[in-house]
């Protein structure tokens, strides 16, 4: 079945680690999208990608960073800068023809960092 | 800053109608009206979306004033499986633009 996979799905790091999100997407879009969560809060936006090899900062991406070297691939690196990164962090992709905000989401993975 | 405002919370009876409001005064001509619902701990679904005329699929109703600054998501027949949070966000129908949440509304459904 076509659809976005995240992993992994629960991850724990200690402070000051480096981490590394996988979301892969088997649906043929050309645009992905990642999204933090807190707590009783809506989604904020880290980065997004139109394409191969080219994405976009968001509302927060300040100590996160991203590649986008093929189609199915955007993996995002929650870097020892990130002040709190503790959240949970939802990964996205849409086409980029007329209906570009109808977006399909994975299930997410929640990160804590002790 | 999301474009939109949605009340906190709403709560509905099992079988009756829910109606979430959502304002978007400033909303431009180029921009659509988009819905998505998530149920806790799980990634947003996409419900519906329109630009000026009214909407229904197998989900939902949408409903858009005349002047566009106001819609209404019309769920029929609630269950308690829609219990969850409803986003409404304006964006325009173009490729380098990206969906921005606001806090949604909490709607709880109850029996």
């Known amino acids: 079945d076509g659809g976005i996979t995240q992993s992994p799905k629960y991850l724990f790091r200690k402070e000051g680690q480096n981490v590394t999100l996988s979301c892969e997407q088997n649906?043929?879009?050309?645009?992905m999208y990642w999204y933090r969560q807190d707590p009783g809060q809506g989604l904020r936006l880290i980065y997004y990608s139109q394409i191969v090899n080219d994405f976009q900062k968001g509302d927060i991406a300040e100590g996160y960073s991203v590649s986008r070297e093929k189609k199915e691939s955007f993996p995002l690196t929650v870097t020892s800068a990130q002040k709190n990164p503790t959240a949970f962090y939802l990964c996205?992709?849409?086409?980029?023809?007329?209906?570009?905000?109808?977006?399909?989401f994975g299930e997410g993975s929640r990160l804590t960092v002790l | 800053d999301a474009k939109t405002t949605q009340p906190p919370s709403m709560d509905c009876a099992e079988g009756r109608a829910a109606n979430l409001p959502c304002n978007h005064s400033t909303i431009s001509g180029n921009e659509y009206v988009y819905w998505y619902r998530q149920i806790h701990s799980q990634g947003p679904q996409y419900i519906i979306h329109?630009?000026?005329n009214n909407e229904t699929n197998e989900m939902a109703s949408l409903i858009i004033t005349e002047d566009r600054k106001s819609s209404t998501l019309i769920l029929p027949h609630a269950t308690l499986r829609d219990t969850a949070v409803y986003y409404c966000?304006?964006?325009?129908?173009?490729?380098?633009?990206?969906?921005?949440f606001g806090k949604g509304t909490t709607l709880s459904v109850s029996s």
């Open positions: 649906l043929n879009h050309d645009a």
């Open positions: 996205a992709s849409s086409t980029s023809g007329t209906n570009t905000g109808e977006l399909f």
């Open positions: 966000i304006v964006r325009a129908n173009q490729a380098g633009t990206a969906l921005i």
């Open positions: 329109g630009l000026k």
